[in-house]
């Protein structure tokens, strides 16, 4: 069979990972429209993080871990946007160069093994054990801290905190106006997203039993992708129903890359299918509207001949 369940379950449990991440952008991204591209090291740092502190014996403490790296990253990265005035991609390129040489220090070493260290994946896998659910621990695992994370996310964004840094990526200028300080909006937006990230991170070195390096090289684009797949599915509907579009768009997009890569294709075409998948969903709007506008001249035109053809009769 081409596509088989195991393909598929797989899949669902990357793509549950990847929405936190997914999530993490739709909050810099799309709630405070601020383009953060430090997603790469910070990906990357909450798994060195809390791949150190797992191989310490602390597989739970290594989630607040590596969140609390996330939140570092992200007032490093608010502060040269809000303080020192540079742009929001140039800060994002610059905490990301950064984090790489911490992300070094950090680990010791380019890349750490999990095989001998007891991670939430295998206590969910002993809790689960001759259970009709002990094929799908890791799905689980996954759907669970993706559950949390998007009802506090949904809690967050209604508090009056979190209408402010709404209100702040639709018009600052407003919000200045209102006594509202846009800093510091920012910063914990920022702040927030990095720790979404991290703890992405972390799950992601958990759920593999390994840490690279390089794990985030690209996660800016598998983020992006997820994100613009499942707002371009749903549009611009409730907070609530937009969240859940964004995962599961990250959800369709590890199935459609999983597919993509049964053609044969080799593993280093990841990244070449991601962009592609990218390129699409960024332009899907566009499509839309090519697809409206011809649809509406055909019916123009149709109309008009009929018109043509009545006069003709008329005449006759």
């Avoid at 040489?101 to 809790?127: D, Q, R, Y």
């Avoid at 001759?130 to 094929?135: E, P, S, Y």
């Amino acid at each position: 069979m081409f596509i088989t369940w195991a393909l598929i379950q797989s899949a669902l449990e990357l793509g549950l990972i990847y929405a936190l991440i997914a999530l993490a952008l739709f909050l810099t991204y799309s709630m405070l429209n601020v383009c953060d591209l430090s997603t790469d090291g910070c990906y990357t740092m909450g798994a060195a993080v809390g791949a150190v502190v797992a191989m310490a014996g602390h597989p739970f403490l290594a989630f607040p871990a590596a969140m609390a790296a996330g939140i570092c990253s992200g007032a490093v990265n608010a502060f040269l946007q809000t303080r020192m005035k540079v742009e929001s991609m140039l800060a994002g390129i610059i905490v990301n160069t950064g984090l790489y040489t911490i992300n070094i220090l950090i680990m010791g070493k380019a890349a750490l093994s999990l095989n001998s260290t007891p991670t939430v994946f295998t206590m969910m896998k002993s809790a689960l054990a001759n259970t009709v659910l002990a094929n799908y621990y890791k799905l689980i695992v996954a759907l669970i801290f993706v559950a949390v994370l998007a009802v506090l996310l949904l809690l967050f964004l209604g508090t009056r905190l979190g209408l402010s840094i709404r209100a702040t990526g639709d018009n600052i200028d407003m919000v200045r106006s209102s006594s509202i300080n846009p800093v510091f909006t920012t910063t914990v937006g920022l702040c927030i997203g990095g720790a979404m990230t991290a703890l992405a991170g972390c799950l992601l070195g958990e759920y593999q039993k390994s840490v690279d390096i390089n794990m985030g090289t690209g996660m800016v684009t598998v983020a992006l992708a997820s994100l613009i797949i499942g707002e371009t599915l749903v549009g611009r509907r409730s907070i609530g129903i937009r969240a859940a579009g964004v995962i599961f768009g990250s959800c369709l997009y590890r199935v459609i890359v999983a597919i993509a890569l049964r053609f044969s294709l080799p593993a280093s075409a990841l990244k070449l299918v991601s962009a592609v998948i990218v390129a699409i969903a960024i332009s899907m709007p566009a499509i839309k509207e090519i697809i409206a506008l011809r649809r509406t001249r055909r019916a123009a035109l149709k109309k008009h001949e009929e018109l043509m053809r009545e006069r003709g009769r008329g005449k006759c």
